[in-house]
């Protein structure tokens, strides 16, 4: 009976010492960094800032085989808006990728929702998007995109924010598409997105002399320098202008200027999270000007015990239970990133506050439980309220406004 309860004591010791174990983390000391040193560090990390200048864009952007102009930026963003682009003339690019104040885009959206749910499924299905339909994110803020005639997402996927995308290396949640265009190309011929062929997309633009006129304005020196290709309106360049506009869609904001030197521009509480941010790791995967974008890493890395139904009883005892999910949330649509390996795309973190929901499947509303998770089971650590908080802080500092580099530092309004 006595080596019993020994085990007993035992078990009961080693099982309160693997509960307690995550918390040993909450109260871990980082260095504190003055401004220059914390500046100089971010930037020693690849965090940089988005430029405020058209000359500066033109260093990071431009491409001899699709070089940037002013016009074709105006074409680009002339097709960006316009429903022609999709089979039935209903949803244009910045129907699902919103970066304006227009109305009827936002009803399309609206309309796409109600008409595919009861009103029961309404509750679950809209996640933040009627809210905050003026919040110029992006995206649709959908858990899954909607596209043509309502069709939604065969993976459940929802729709990646437009903006600070040129600056990434991988454009899908797979990571398998590399360039604007050809992730142009797959936006308007997809079934569940503008469902359109490129051939039937060319004749429908013909029908309109405008384009007929501006493509011919627009390419009229790089046709002559391409003798194999003499047509101005072709699907190859409706890709091309639309690419050098997503390229102008970068966005900047208080931390760009903290990073550029105004100490002031940001609070002590988002400090106090760039330097978690980049102690715990996340600056390792999230980097560069767009801060992410820049890999396809393995998510989650690490999975939890969950433990349940621990209250004190008289019966049997307690239920322990190892949870094994595949993702710390439900995965609805099945999806497991590039290949069924769970390696997806790292997702860009400017302007993350103000595209939720989070996730593949979008399975999460709240920036601070994305936060939560991200830190349990990709890095390790069970971060304590004040730290989440302080993260928080800092990706706020990464909210920003389209630049217009047409006029230079003017924002677009």
Known sequence: MKSFLQVIIIAFIFISFLLYLPNLTKERNFKDYKDEQLRFTAKSKGLKAIPNSYEELL?????????????????????????KLS?????????????????????????????????????????????????ESGTDRLSTSIGYKGATNPHHLNTMTILNSSLAKYLTWNGEIKTLEKQISNS?????????????????????????????????????????????????????????????????????????????????????????????????????????????????????????????NLGSPPDFKIIDETFPFENKGGYLGRSDTQFFRVP?????????????????????????????HQVGLNLSDQQIDEIVEFLKTLEGNVVDYSKDTKVIK
Request: charged fraction near 30%.
């Open 188 to 312: 308007i011929q997809a079934p569940s997105k503008m469902n359109i062929k490129a051939d039937d997309l060319v004749k429908k633009l013909k029908n309109d002399k405008k384009y007929i006129s501006d493509f011919k304005e627009v390419f009229k020196d790089e046709i002559k320098e391409n003798k194999e290709n003499k047509d101005y309106l072709s699907f190859e360049n409706i890709q091309k202008a639309i690419a050098v506009y997503v390229k102008t869609l970068l966005t900047r904001s208080s931390f760009d200027e903290f990073l550029e030197g105004n100490n002031e521009a940001i609070s002590k509480d988002a400090k106090r999270g760039l330097v978690n941010f980049m102690n715990f790791g996340c600056s390792g995967c999230h980097t560069g000007m767009s801060v992410g974008g820049q890999s396809v890493q393995r998510f989650p890395l690490r999975h939890f015990a969950g433990i349940h139904d621990l209250r004190p």
């Open 348 to 376: 860009i973190l400017r302007n993350v506050t103000k595209t939720s929901p989070y996730f593949h499947n979008g399975a999460v509303d709240k920036i601070r439980e994305a936060v939560e998770i991200m830190g349990r």
């Open 59 to 83: 260093k990071i952007s431009d491409d001899e085989n699709n070089p940037i102009n002013l016009k074709k930026i105006a074409l680009g963003k002339e097709l960006f808006f316009d429903t």
């Open 87 to 135: 089979l039935d003339d209903t949803i244009s690019c910045a129907t699902c990728h919103m970066i304006s104040k227009n109305s009827d885009d936002k009803k399309i959206i609206l309309n796409a929702i109600t008409s595919k749910k009861t009103p029961n499924d309404l509750k679950d299905a809209n996640n933040c998007v009627i809210c905050h339909l003026s919040d």
